[in-house]
């Protein structure tokens, strides 16, 4: 069936064989599943972030022949992922889409949003630019840096970590990685205690687990420096032992962070914890039985003596004892150091939110500049997902998960309906209770206005 530029049918509707009353109607310039993506380009208008990223890349174009504008093609580009879109080749499709096209705005709402060529384009030649893809690696932080100018934050904790992106091709950069078992893509990420990307970057899939950890961590460092954020009162960074680097120490104790980083046991370490390690005389009992300890122990890398945790956990049935040691400067007592540092899985699940619901481990470019385009282009589409999570939810959905924001929320369908000075977009109240969505847009509206550090006083 032949449709026009916006995807509206030029034929009429299909009958039903196994009952000649049932009609399917094509109106693909009228019918959306993804009615609640205007939500989150409520929350975008808000906090203004894809206008403010807007003024942060540099248009290569030259001429006036370019039919959208840079921030059409960022919007489509981050929306699409948002909605679970892994490629540009949807674009084509989603160039129709009535949603689509009016979070896009411009000439996309009457005109139809970009073709998947010129989304290529976008992608692979404009972003690719030394300036624009510095921009665009900066953006995630600028981004989280307009929400915290409205709810200044008191403690900062930030969680760092790798991941892996499994690839099934010959990509550039692509290896076979040990620990992961799989043959694959690199990324390094960092995350604050909200869930919010600060930093990510794309590395080759044969590099250590901490390769490039400076250039991720030094520019956020700086952005929550006293100078900066002097209402942040503490600063917290955690990580696991791939990560118990000595120069990373220096820097955290010169920057006046706290941590708590897992490190590999050794002989020295072992032999001050020997008293511990030993079981107790009689029947062992069916509950774990944990003991702690706190030494000062120097290695030969490191300029000062650090302060060690360590925990030794005997569980019923296994002959030898868990043993696990953690370096810090913090002063609290040994089990809420260890407290503190477990608290750190939760970065491993914002990875597995990022690869389920926004599927940012599929990176099928076989070049990896385009690949590391495409990772830092998911960073502020998953940081949108996210701020709404944190910043307005309502109590009837605040427990869901990203993936169950895209499946339930984003995934709604709508019917746009046209009048003479309005669109309206028509949605099944039976998916998606009004109630939900008057809260949540009631809790967008409180982010409106100046940050609150603009506010006199």
Not at 162 to 170: F, L, N, Q, R, T
Not at 239 to 267: S, V
Not at 301 to 326: M, Q, T
Request: glycine share 8%.
């Amino acid at each position: 069936m032949a449709a026009d530029a916006t995807g509206k049918a030029d034929a009429g509707p299909l009958r039903l064989e196994f009952d000649r009353s049932v009609k399917v109607e094509f109106c693909g310039s009228a019918i959306s599943s993804d009615g609640g993506l205007l939500l989150h380009r409520e929350l975008d208008d808000a906090l203004g972030l894809t206008d403010m990223a807007a003024l942060l890349f540099a248009d290569p174009r030259t001429g006036r022949n370019g039919r959208h504008r840079f921030i059409s093609f960022l919007r489509q580009s981050i929306f699409s992922q948002l909605a679970g879109y892994e490629d540009f080749n949807d674009a084509d499709r989603l160039s129709r889409d009535p949603v689509m096209r009016h979070i896009v705005g411009g000439r996309a709402v009457k005109y139809g949003a970009a073709s998947a060529s010129a989304m290529d384009r976008f992608e692979t030649e404009m972003l690719a630019q030394s300036n624009n893809l510095t921009a665009l690696i900066d953006l995630p932080g600028r981004w989280i840096d307009a929400v915290h100018d409205r709810r200044p934050p008191k403690v900062i904790t930030l969680d760092m970590d790798s991941s892996e992106s499994p690839v099934h091709g010959d990509q550039e950069g692509s290896a076979w990685n040990g620990h992961f078992q799989s043959k694959c893509l690199h990324p390094l990420f960092l995350f604050n205690q909200f869930g919010d990307l600060e930093r990510c970057s794309l590395r080759p899939g044969n590099v250590h687990s901490a390769d490039g950890w400076e250039d991720v961590l030094r520019p956020v460092l700086a952005r929550y420096a006293t100078e900066a954020r002097p209402l942040i009162k503490r600063r917290r960074f955690r990580a696991d032992a791939a990560f118990a680097i000595p120069a990373l120490f220096d820097l955290l104790e010169a920057a006046g962070w706290d941590y708590a980083i897992r490190i590999k046991g050794n002989r020295k370490l072992y032999e001050r914890i020997d008293f511990l390690t030993k079981r107790g005389p009689g029947r062992p009992p069916h509950h774990v039985v944990r003991h702690y300890a706190s030494f000062h122990y120097r290695a030969k890398s490191w300029s000062r003596p650090r302060r060690i945790v360590a925990k030794v956990e005997f569980h019923s049935g296994e002959l030898f004892p868990r043993v696990g040691f953690i370096v810090t400067n913090r002063s609290l007592p040994n089990e809420r150091v260890l407290a503190f540092y477990n608290g750190r899985g939760t970065a491993e699940q914002h990875i597995k939110e990022g690869k389920h619901a926004l599927k940012w481990t599929r990176l099928s470019c076989m070049k990896f500049a385009a690949n590391a385009v495409r990772l830092q282009l998911h960073a502020p589409a998953y940081n949108l997902a996210n701020f709404l999570q944190t910043l307005a939810t309502p109590k009837d959905i605040e427990t869901w998960s990203l993936t169950s924001l895209r499946v339930r929320l984003i995934k709604t369908g709508a019917r746009l309906v046209r009048h003479g000075r309005y669109a309206i977009f028509q949605m099944a109240e039976a998916a998606l209770p009004k109630g939900v969505v008057a809260g949540i847009l009631g809790l967008i509206n409180t982010l409106r206005g100046p940050p609150a550090a603009a506010v006199s006083v």
